[in-house]
């Protein structure tokens, strides 16, 4: 009889521990999800890399105000203004859905961090939240793959009477960069002479050119095949600003 206590408590110990277990297992599980939830919820407002920088929650804020050496890329439609003189509302979010979904999955394979959406304007920049190797090879590349799918789009839309191509500007330089807004609502964001340069460079652009900046060539120069645009005087700086024009990557 006592053989029989021992062994039944013996079984009703391991029973608890199973139980306790279990309920351990329950709650890591349950936080693993919560977890992943939240990092889904992130993701539809910041960029990948920043949100599982937020949900990890190292030593270093990543929203903290910091400077860094980024490349940015600025792109919008040619003909758009146009377009929604003339469109339906309706048309106009459809060509937008079409365009931010097939431009967004090329910055999303570039790693690049999207500061915003703005109409047909969108403005990317590399090396930040997480530094990545050649940032200026990556926006150019990205920009490159861009033009190339558009032309897939442009071809489409010419066939329901809509004349859109795209324009781009790269530039690099020193940008601040941090959290921008108020409580519950803040956008991840960069500004600095390099965010206005490539927006700027973008606005002289045609269509189908990707016009970049002197110091973005010289980490790329073996990379990719150039023409010299010109020194184009730009608004906000005071000195012209030696531009080329990105005609493909050199060997393709």
């Not at 690049?112 to 939240?129: C, H, K, Q, S, V």
């Not at 652009?205 to 020194?231: D, F, H, N, W, Y």
């Amino acid at each position: 009889l006592l053989r029989i206590k021992a062994l039944h408590d013996t079984v009703q110990s391991q029973a608890a521990e199973l139980a306790e277990l279990n309920r351990t297992l329950t709650r890591r599980v349950e936080a693993q999800v919560a977890e992943l939830e939240r990092l889904s919820r992130l993701k539809r407002f910041f960029s990948p890399q920043l949100a599982e920088l937020i949900v990890a929650g190292g030593a270093e804020d990543p929203l903290k105000t910091h400077r860094r050496d980024v490349t940015v890329v600025f792109l919008d439609l040619r003909g758009y203004t146009a377009f929604t003189e003339t469109a339906e509302p309706e048309e106009v979010m459809g060509v937008l859905r079409e365009y931010h979904a097939e431009m967004g999955t090329l910055i999303l394979a570039h790693e690049g961090t999207l500061e915003r959406f703005a109409g047909d304007g969108m403005m990317i920049f590399f090396n930040d939240p997480v530094p990545v190797p050649n940032p200026a090879e990556r926006a150019i590349r990205m920009a490159l793959a861009m033009r190339d799918r558009m032309e897939h789009l442009a071809a489409l839309w010419r066939r329901r009477g809509y004349n859109l191509e795209i324009g781009v500007g790269i530039a690099q330089g020193y940008a601040t960069i941090g959290a921008i807004g108020f409580e519950g609502r803040w956008d991840y964001g960069a500004i600095g002479t390099v965010t206005n340069l490539a927006f700027r460079l973008c606005g002289e652009a045609k269509p189908g050119q990707i016009l970049a900046s002197r110091r973005v060539l010289t980490t790329v120069e073996e990379l990719v095949e150039v023409e010299l645009v010109g020194e184009l005087a730009l608004k906000g700086f005071s000195r012209p600003v030696s531009t080329f024009n990105l005609l493909g990557l050199r060997g393709a």
